[in-house]
């Protein structure tokens, strides 16, 4: 199940909720009881499991050695 990023529209208080794709309740601040509106990006994206890498700066080639 996916989680969405609801924003208030008054205090711009931030909640993650789960629901599904096809699901489209409507959330009321825990701070001020405002109107949630649903934000575009989606939460727990951007770490998909174990294979993302890490750039570093650090140059991999090698300099082999190379005789002819
Ligand atoms: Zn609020």
Redesign the pocket.
């Known amino acids: 199940m996916p989680m969405y990023r609801y924003v208030?529209e008054?205090?711009?208080?931030e909640e993650v909720h789960l629901h599904g794709l096809s699901e489209t309740p409507s959330f009321s601040?825990g701070?001020?009881?405002?109107k949630m509106s649903k934000t575009i990006s989606k939460v727990g994206i951007v770490f998909k499991g174990s294979g993302f890498y890490i750039t570093d700066s650090k140059n991999p080639t090698k300099a082999e050695s190379k005789t002819e």
């Open positions: 208030c008054k205090c711009g208080n601040c701070n001020c009881g405002g």
